[in-house]
Nanobody, 121 residues
């Protein structure tokens, strides 16, 4: 069993930065992990994912070159550094784990409760 808790969300002005943390309990080192987000009235969308070794990452085009995903398996944590934030990045951000290398939310089996990010213009 894996439990995930996100933190680090908040209100920031456009152009600012935030760092999200996903803290995990249970054995996550063999899982790929990902960040997703969901804005009001929209479907949950893929943001970034990272392989269990941390050596392979993949980003959605909308966040590439602005966001950086990383993980520390020794601490059972995953991070999302978000720079140059835009109002369209406003959403609830979720972390999740998967046994597959995939961007599809339905392939992720454990989810956190989410953390709100609001970017003001």
């Amino acid at each position: 069993q894996v439990q995930l808790v996100e933190s680090g969300g908040g209100l920031v002005q456009a152009g600012g930065s935030l760092r999200l943390t996903c803290s995990a309990s249970g054995r996550t080192s063999s899982y790929a992990m990902g960040w997703f987000r969901q804005a009001p009235g929209k479907e949950r969308e893929f943001v970034a994912r990272i392989a269990w070794t941390g050596g392979v990452t993949f980003y959605a085009d909308t966040v590439k070159d602005r966001f950086t995903i990383s993980r520390d398996n020794a601490q059972n944590k995953m991070f999302l550094q978000m720079n140059s934030l835009k109002p369209e990045d406003t959403a609830v951000y979720y972390c999740a784990t998967s046994v597959n290398w995939t961007p599809r939310p339905k392939d992720y089996n454990y989810w956190g409760q989410g953390t709100q990010v609001i970017v003001s213009s």
